[in-house]
């Protein structure tokens, strides 16, 4: 059986987006992947008429990329949108009940989210001046540009809830890089964003909410399924080198050792797995992966009947801003957004508990963590019965943080990377952490490695040589 172009470490979305990629441009690839089925975190049950996800429930997308894929597999037939509004009506818990979140300029003035005074500082926000720090946090960013009520109501929900993280540590950088973008090109968010949607009428990608039938495992069946793509489940990686014509893995499969070259070298698992294959070669590398960390999550499944819930739950759910003390971070109203997702008559509620801001959730039991979120539920929702069903999804390393200076975090990286021609990483801990955003990121590095293959290519039949250059010894961070 002959090496591969490319072996891909990992066999989650992120890992087989960029082998599906790296498919449509002719390339040999080889996905290892230590567990027994592929798709990392993205898994869907179903049960006694009920779908529930273990981790991403839907997508938002608009980047091209994904659509350009969605198209290609035919996954875009199969696709089931968020219903239109009031469907996808979000809400905030504010002084314990729940306000709806104002999506266009005459609601936002209305709305009693905000004060008065919250709402002025908003407005004011085109006549901020450029600031900040190349460490800023997220939580400074916002206050500077929109003020702390905006902070509190509205970004510190949405940092804890979805990217289970903490603006007061997170990099403004690398959690809001397209709103940093604006204020640097434009000085105004507000403006910044006018003027983007007035050049961009008519070409802009339409926003699209949406998940599959079969849940969001369809789309990673359908990338398992890609043709020219090997896949070796149970498989281990140990150890890695820069060999003479690319790289060569050793590790260990169910038929026991095996040692395969790839002219290219994709590492698409969690930072501390990255860090201890890298550190034997690059103890730089090594120590800037080690330094990643990740926030637990607990997944609370609960299930209704549709009558026990007072709540007409007219949207997609709702996030929780810290100052209202719940163990919850947010709650999706799956049977709204998606009614497939339960039998008729029932309802479905998935409830977020831990992440950053309650990280001592990991140590909960299983019980502690219904309490917590049935507490949190029935005064918001006037639930009157027990719940007749409950799945529980824990995640002990579930979304990587990007704290503290992560921008410069990833700069380093990619400068000693610089040092190994044909490495390359692609995970959640680089480019942000949705199903979108994985995908897009698929994309870049299936690019990147086809670029490198091609340049490499060129070189040998130049020279005569089947050799990339070898590596300068990288220096270690001591």
Aim: hydrophobic content about 40%; aromatic content about 6%.
């Amino acid at each position: 059986m002959s090496d591969p172009d490319v072996i891909v470490v990992g066999g989650g979305v992120s890992g087989l987006s960029a082998a599906w990629w790296l498919a449509q441009a002719g390339c040999s690839v080889e996905i290892w992947e230590q567990d027994g089925r592929l798709g990392g975190k993205i898994a869907t049950r179903q049960a006694d008429g009920y779908l529930t996800e273990r981790a991403a429930s839907m997508m938002l997308n608009f980047r091209p990329e994904v659509s350009q894929l969605l198209a290609a597999t035919g996954l875009d037939v199969g696709r089931i949108a968020c219903p239109s509004a009031p469907q996808c009506q979000r809400y905030l818990v504010r002084g314990g009940r729940l306000v709806p979140v104002p999506m266009r300029l005459g609601a936002l003035v209305r709305s009693s989210l905000w004060t008065l005074g919250g709402k002025l500082r908003l407005l004011a926000e085109p006549l901020v001046p450029r600031g900040g720090r190349p460490d800023e946090t997220v939580s400074e960013f916002v206050v500077r540009r929109l003020g702390r009520e905006v902070l509190e109501t509205a970004m510190e929900p949405f940092v804890a809830g979805p990217l289970a993280s903490d603006p007061d540590q997170a990099s403004a950088h690398a959690v809001l890089p397209r709103l940093v973008a604006l204020e640097r090109r434009y000085g105004s968010l507000v403006i910044g964003a006018s003027v983007r949607r007035f050049l961009r009428r008519g070409t802009a990608p339409v926003r699209e909410m949406f998940s599959f039938g079969g849940g969001m495992a369809t789309l990673t069946r359908a990338l398992a399924a890609t043709a020219g793509v090997r896949f070796r489940a149970r498989s281990t990686a140990l150890r890695l080198e820069p060999a003479r014509s690319g790289w060569r893995l050793d590790g260990q499969t169910p038929a026991g050792g095996l040692t395969v070259r790839a002219r290219q070298l994709v590492l698409s698992v969690p930072a501390p797995a990255a860090a201890a294959l890298l550190r034997p070669l690059d103890v730089g590398l090594g120590h800037l992966l080690h330094g990643i960390e990740y926030s637990a999550l607990t997944v609370v499944h609960l299930a209704f009947d549709r009558s026990a819930i007072r709540h007409p739950l007219d949207g997609l759910g709702f996030l929780v801003p810290r100052g209202e003390g719940l163990p919850l971070t947010g709650c999706q109203w799956m049977s709204s957004t998606f009614p497939s997702r339960a039998p008729r008559g029932k309802a479905l509620l998935t409830c977020y508990v831990g992440g950053a801001r309650v990280p001592q959730a990991r140590d909960w039991t299983d019980g502690r963590c219904i309490d917590a979120a049935m507490a949190s539920l029935e005064p918001l929702l006037g639930i009157e019965a027990a719940p007749e069903r409950v799945w529980i999804d824990r995640h002990t390393s579930g979304l990587p943080l990007y704290h503290g200076a992560y921008a410069g975090r990833l700069r380093a990286m990619s400068e000693r990377l610089r040092s190994w021609p044909g490495l390359h990483l692609a995970a959640n801990y680089w480019g942000g952490v949705s199903v979108r955003d994985r995908i897009a990121c698929g994309h870049a590095t299936a690019s990147r490695v086809h670029t490198s293959l091609a340049r490499s290519r060129l070189s040998a039949s130049v020279t005569g040589l089947d050799s990339p250059p070898v590596p300068a010894v990288p220096r270690s961070l001591g």
